[in-house]
């Protein structure tokens, strides 16, 4: 990869935001409409919006940027080896949609050699669009944005979340949010990774953490996350890379005591 930093277009931003909000608007037409929705696995559901929208993005970058290759949840991937990869959840949350618990988001990240270089999560209710490209900044709905100054475990407002295959596995993320439900100010399980991270970047969460995570779910957020002043990494302080099963994100202040809990995590094989 070497110090190599690839110039961005802001057309390719551009784009990147444009089909979060349009992919976003997508999704809202079908959250009321009586869903079909089918289970990928006992409590993994995916509906007729995550592959509406998926199919969206992923026809718009193909005809784009024949070039670059696209992972996305759905089984839209192609061209996963290729240098700029477009990392796509189409939505992210697909649980709270079901359930019309107002909580969910469009995640789209353009990677160039393994590395995030535009991020931008769209939370279609509320209208946010948080939007960072590396190097210049993170921003929610062109305001620059910031990670919180919080400097103590004991006063922070965390995030974390659980894997689907929590019946059957013993690394279950328990271990640790009971150790920080006794050690923090206090927890919420938000049910999209990606808008806990956009969280953590403008300052709402102090921290997240989580386990067995897909690249979908961080690709955007830790651009947001770095870019807006905090760091990202696997729990042991190692960079965090998006196919990594750990991740921890927070402001900066508080990582080395969230590192300090978690080097007890029961952690993936
Ligand atoms: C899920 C959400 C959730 C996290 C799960 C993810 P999906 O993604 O991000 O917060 O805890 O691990 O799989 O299935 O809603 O796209
Ligand atoms: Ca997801
Ligand atoms: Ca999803």
Not at 46 to 66: H, N, P
Not at 78 to 89: F, G, H, R
Not at 254 to 263: A, N
Request: net charge negative; hydrophobic share 40%; aromatic share 10%.
């Amino acid at each position: 990869m070497g110090n190599f930093k690839p110039k961005i277009d802001p057309a390719l931003s551009d784009f990147a935001v444009s089909l979060a909000k349009r992919a976003g608007e997508l999704v809202m037409r079908y959250y009321t409409a009586p869903k079909e929705i089918e289970q990928k696995g006992e409590i993994d559901l995916v509906t007729t919006a995550d592959q509406a929208s998926e199919e969206l993005i992923c026809s718009e970058i193909r005809e784009k940027f024949s070039q670059h290759g696209i992972l996305s949840e759905e089984g839209s991937s192609s061209q996963t080896e290729a240098d700029w990869l477009w990392v796509v959840d189409p939505l992210d949350g697909t649980t709270n949609y079901a359930h019309r618990y107002p909580f969910f988001c469009v995640s789209i990240a353009l990677q160039y050699k393994g590395v995030s270089q535009i991020g931008v999560v769209y939370e279609p209710l509320r209208g946010e669009l948080f939007c960072a490209v590396r190097g210049q900044g993170a921003m929610v709905d062109g305001y620059p944005i910031q990670v919180s100054p919080t400097d103590k475990l004991s006063k922070s407002f965390l995030a974390t979340g659980f894997a689907y295959d929590i019946r059957e596995s013993s690394c279950d993320n328990l271990d640790n949010f009971s150790r920080f439900a006794k050690s923090a100010f206090a927890i919420r399980r938000g049910g999209s990774a990606a808008l806990d991270l956009a969280y953590v970047a403008c300052g709402r969460f102090d921290g997240f953490w989580e386990l067995k995570l897909f690249p979908w779910d961080t690709a955007a957020g830790i651009l947001l996350v770095e870019e807006a002043g905090g760091r990202t990494s696997r729990f042991s302080g190692d960079r965090f890379s998006i196919s990594d099963r750990d991740i921890l994100a927070t402001n900066g202040r508080i990582h080395q005591e969230m590192m300090d809990t978690l080097s007890r995590s029961r952690m993936p094989e």
